[in-house]
């Protein structure tokens, strides 16, 4: 529950870095919606294209705020997701290497197999 609690927590604030990025250069530069989320993500992915450069005074100094604010959240969400990936990749490995040691061994895990119940040999 924590962990579900973590990751809707770490995404929706994603989510709203995001979408205050696209409302503020939207009013702030007056580019389209689509620019402006164009921009936002690959602000805080730090790819930085070039294609769009903010040219008011309010726009680059929301930009700084938006690239201090925003990286850090977005590298948690990235760390998290890899870490999640890493997890899942070490249990699989543990199963697979206890089920190549002794082939016939039942225990909780082979529940998860598609189409085996836990009482098949």
Do not use: C
Not at 21 to 29: D, I, N, P
Not at 81 to 88: D, E, L, N, P
């Amino acid at each position: 529950m924590i962990n579900g609690f973590r990751v809707a927590t770490i995404l929706a604030t994603l989510a709203a870095v995001i979408l205050a990025g696209t409302v503020f250069f939207r009013w702030a530069e007056g580019w389209s919606w689509l620019d402006s989320y164009f921009f936002t993500v690959i602000t805080l992915s730090t790819v930085g294209y070039g294609s769009l450069v903010p040219e008011t005074a309010i726009g680059k100094i929301g930009t700084t705020v938006f690239i201090i604010v925003g990286l850090g959240i977005f590298a948690v969400a990235i760390q998290q997701f890899g870490a999640f990936a890493m997890r899942k990749r070490e249990e699989h490995a543990e199963w697979l290497v206890a089920h190549l040691i002794d082939p016939h061994k039942t225990a909780n895990t082979d529940a998860e197999l598609p189409g085996k119940k836990p009482d098949d040999p």
